[in-house]
């Protein structure tokens, strides 16, 4: 039986043994928002509200909106339960004898182009193929580590526990997540590559920000960006993406905190390394100036003071053409849509979250904050929308108000 937010809201604070009083202190949000949240007369709230309950609470936001955590397809070489089995190889821990080699591992060569059709799977928002190939893939990588053991198939082994962090996180198992990068930065030593361990690093921040951990996700890429700053006379555009993108990472908590000045210090900075770099495709990931106007756009709407009217004014920035990785562009889209909701433009963010869905049908349905827009919008409504309560289903959101 589906239950509503303000249920689970409900059952973890009577949990964890405190007042809607005492809630609402830890939360910043007011008594009377909680009060309505758990007496369902507010079907939900905006997501930095939702975030800060659940960090009150001690929970993870995607326990707390009831985010799926399982991939739209079942496939039968693989999937996140295979993925939790190839990230959590017991074998891999000192004192265990671990798997048999495989006969004949893949090639160095043939290794690298497995890693990098695994990379575009993950950005075109292919979750379910993903999670069927990417067990294997770990496994295939841990064998020719061991057979060749040289400094490009760590490399690539690094980028391939990235992937598993990401697809984790994406699907909500950050622990998972937590593990994968562990491996993944053991890894990029053995590749003897600091901007791969900096990647590493920016992975990590991303996956504490998900477990609610804030402070250290903004501290410790705050603090690998400035061991990696490159001169910026002789700077390779490597170093300046790595090094933007670990910016990115850091100011992102910083808007969460309501630290919106800090936030766009940051940013700024990354823009002018984007700037100096160009477009950039290294890693496993991008780093432009356009992916630093779209973080210009969520950091706007991070926090509990969130500010759409500087999100939209950032947005008239941004050119959607010049968006390379498609899942990206469905995160930015799923951001504007929230701004235009919240500046009052209901049909336009609805249109936008359609298009987004079109594009991206399995990528959204793991967004919590496209699913709080449409409960938003949902409780707004002034008479019934088909389209809208058509969506909120597909998104796995009670239409029944």
């Known amino acids: 039986m589906n239950t509503s937010i303000g249920d689970r809201i409900r059952a973890l604070r009577e949990f964890r043994d405190i007042t809607q009083d005492q809630l609402a202190q830890r939360s910043g949000v007011s008594i009377d928002t909680i009060r309505k949240l758990e007496q369902n007369v507010r079907e939900s709230a905006r997501i930095n509200t939702l975030r800060g309950i659940a960090r009150a609470l001690d929970v993870q936001l995607e326990r707390l909106v009831g985010q799926p955590t399982v991939t739209q397809q079942l496939t039968d070489d693989g999937g996140l339960l295979a993925l939790r089995d190839a990230i959590q190889d017991p074998g891999s821990l000192p004192g265990v004898l671990g798997d048999v080699d495989l006969e004949d591992p893949p090639s160095p060569t043939e290794w690298a182009r497995q890693v990098e059709a695994a990379t575009d799977t993950y950005w075109t928002g292919g979750y379910s193929e993903l999670a069927g190939v990417l067990p294997g893939l770990l496994r295939d990588g841990r064998a020719t580590a061991r057979q060749h053991g040289t400094e490009s198939v760590w490399r690539g082994l690094a980028l391939a526990y990235q992937l598993a962090a990401s697809l984790s996180t994406q699907s909500g198992h950050p622990d998972w997540a937590y593990t994968a990068v562990e491996k993944q930065l053991a890894a990029a030593e053995r590749a003897s ?18 477990q609610g951990r804030w402070e250290q996700a903004r501290d410790i890429a ?27 990472a850091a100011a992102t908590p910083y808007a969460r905190a309501d630290q919106h000045e800090e936030a766009l210090h940051l940013l700024t900075l990354a823009e002018g390394a984007a700037v100096q770099s160009g477009p950039v495709r290294a890693y496993g990931s991008a780093f432009s100036v356009t992916d630093v106007l779209t973080q210009k756009v969520n ?8 500010m759409p009217d500087v999100a939209l004014d950032a947005a008239a920035e941004v050119r959607l053409d010049s968006i390379s990785r498609p899942v990206h562009s469905a995160a930015y889209r799923v951001d504007v849509a929230q701004a ?6 209901n049909e336009g963010a609805l249109t936008l979250l359609l298009e987004v869905e079109t594009d991206q049908p399995e990528w959204i349905r793991f967004q919590a904050g496209a699913a709080a827009t449409v409960r938003e919008m949902l409780e707004a409504e002034r008479r019934r929308n088909s389209t809208l309560r058509g969506l909120a289903s597909r998104l796995g959101v009670d239409p029944a108000l």
Do not use: F
């Not at 901007?195 to 996956?207: A, C, F, I, N």
């Not at 235009?340 to 433009?345: I, N, P, S, V, W």
């Open 193 to 210: 590559d600091p901007l791969l361990e900096g990647m590493g690093v920016s992975t990590l921040s991303w996956v504490l920000l998900r």
């Open 299 to 306: 950091a706007a709407l991070a926090g509990t003071d969130g």
């Open 222 to 248: 705050e603090r690998k960006a400035d061991q990696l700053e490159p001169r910026r006379r002789g700077a390779t555009a490597d170093q300046l993406a790595v090094y933007g993108n670990l910016l990115i």
């Open 340 to 345: 235009k909701y919240q500046t009052g433009d």
